[in-house]
């Protein structure tokens, strides 16, 4: 999760915003990234429950991060590797990979 986490601070979002962008228009691409988006979110489930927790918290911690991420694109502040929004979507980050004591 942590690779994946780091592969994703690569990005500035740009492409992921404008296949949104696009698929707000069209109805083949908005059913393609719907598709998508599922996928993406099912391999974050998987790699929560790799770390311990249970469905049902990995559905929420899965979808949480993913639409963080998503956010903080649509806002104009990728979490780059060096930004100060790296640094919050870290400690979003580590929250969502903290078990409950």
Request: glycine share 6%; hydrophobic share 50%.
């Amino acid at each position: 999760l942590r690779t994946l986490f780091s592969i994703v601070m690569q990005s500035d979002g740009r492409l992921d915003m404008g296949v949104r962008a696009w698929a707000a228009q069209d109805a083949k691409t908005a059913a393609t990234l719907k598709s998508i988006d599922r996928k993406r979110v099912a391999y974050l489930e998987d790699l929560f429950q790799q770390l311990g927790f249970s469905a049902p918290e990995a559905a929420a911690r899965a979808h949480l991060i993913y639409q963080a991420l998503i956010g903080q694109y649509a806002m104009g502040k990728a979490p780059t590797a060096k930004g100060a929004a790296a640094k919050h979507f870290e400690h979003v980050f580590d929250m969502l990979i903290r078990k409950a004591r």
